[in-house]
């Protein structure tokens, strides 16, 4: 392990992360856990992170269970085991913490899609409507927000807007489809999407469910409404988990990023599950800003504590309010990390 003093850490900014030369003879697993007492810090990673890193996490979940996790922690220092929003998210519910990501540039298409100067502009056309925003946004979305949502919770807390308040939902136009379908609630949609959960292919799923007519085929509901139609259960990561667990079904077409195939796998060793294949012939349904996250970069943020998220106050004052309620919503309607 080459030790860089810390003015090298310039190659932050422009790379992301800290591009040290790590001894590959280290035990990753080993240096982390011993890294994690001596710090006091947690690892909270999403389903969509690669295996390894799951592995050595001490929290593995979706959007809501993380946002939960990352405020009821009383750990020291919080390692983002995922993308920008969600360790933003985290550092809004800890202003007073280490907010840690293993690589800085771990965005999101979706968060990406909804520039926060843009929908302010669209959001004055509707001035009496509600914003409800999907967690996979920036900071700056969320001080444009009035309350979050999940793929787990977002049915409750559209049910929780009174029937006579018209509803902006952003960013995901498929989720926002999926959910004025589920509640009969007539919402402005922002048109963005996430490149992964877009590029599934209706025609080799037919061809699959075909070869495997007793699979069921899962989806997320930020795939496209042609892919959800033909859905046997639509949930979030962890929905997704659960019904593969409980479900008798031997087989599951997952139409979701690959990550999560890794818990489906090690809940149920026995059950075959196939990702549902991408339009093309390219890794398509494995999300690139997640995947930037390594167990290599993991351990220099942890030693070196940073990368860190840094956010203004103002943004973490005005944004934290969207998800402080989307949290109140979610304890009150049962749902506990
Ligand atoms: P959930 O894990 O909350 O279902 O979100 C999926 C996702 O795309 C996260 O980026
Ligand atoms: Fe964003 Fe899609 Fe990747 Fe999730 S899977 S982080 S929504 S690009």
Not at 210 to 215: D, F, Q, S, T
Not at 229 to 257: C, H, M, R, W
Request: aromatic share 8%; with cysteine.
């Amino acid at each position: 392990m080459i030790d860089f003093e810390i003015p090298e850490v310039k190659n932050l900014n422009r790379k992301g992360f800290l591009d040290f030369e790590v001894d590959p003879t280290l035990d990753l697993v080993a240096e982390i856990n011993k890294l994690k007492k001596e710090k006091k810090a947690i690892i909270l990673a999403h389903y969509y992170q690669e295996s390894e890193i799951q592995d050595v996490a001490d929290y593995i979940g979706d959007s809501l269970g993380l946002a939960q996790k990352a405020e009821s922690t009383d750990a020291e220092i919080i390692v983002f085991a995922g993308v920008h929003f969600m360790a933003e998210t985290a550092k809004m519910l800890n202003p007073h913490k280490k907010v840690l990501l293993p690589d800085l540039k771990a965005g999101c298409s979706l968060a990406d899609s909804c520039p926060a100067p843009l929908f302010k502009k669209f959001k004055e056309k509707y001035p009496d409507h509600v914003v409800v925003s999907y967690i996979n946004c920036t900071a700056e979305l969320k001080t444009l927000t009035d309350v979050c949502c999940t793929s787990s919770n977002a049915e409750v807390i559209i049910n929780s807007i009174p029937k006579d308040k018209g509803i902006i939902f952003a960013p995901d136009k498929n989720l926002g489809a999926y959910l004025q379908k589920k509640t009969g609630r007539n919402m402005v949609i922002w048109n963005g999407a996430c490149m992964v959960h877009e590029i599934f292919s209706h025609e080799k799923i037919t061809k699959l469910k075909v070869r495997h007519p007793e699979a069921k085929f899962i989806a997320h509901p930020e795939c496209e409404a042609h892919i959800l139609d033909v859905a046997d259960f639509i949930g979030s990561t962890s929905q997704l988990l659960k019904y593969t667990k409980e479900n008798p079904a031997q087989e599951f077409i997952v139409a979701t990023e690959s990550g999560i195939l890794h818990q489906m796998e090690l809940a149920s060793p026995d059950k075959l599950f196939i990702p549902a294949p991408p339009n093309n012939t390219c890794a398509c349904n494995d999300c690139p800003h997640m995947k930037r996250n390594t167990m290599e970069k993991l351990y220099l943020c942890m030693k070196y504590e940073l990368p860190e998220i840094l956010l203004e106050d103002w943004v973490i004052e005005k944004g934290k309010v969207c998800i402080d309620r989307m949290l109140e919503v979610s304890v009150a309607a049962g749902f506990k990390a």
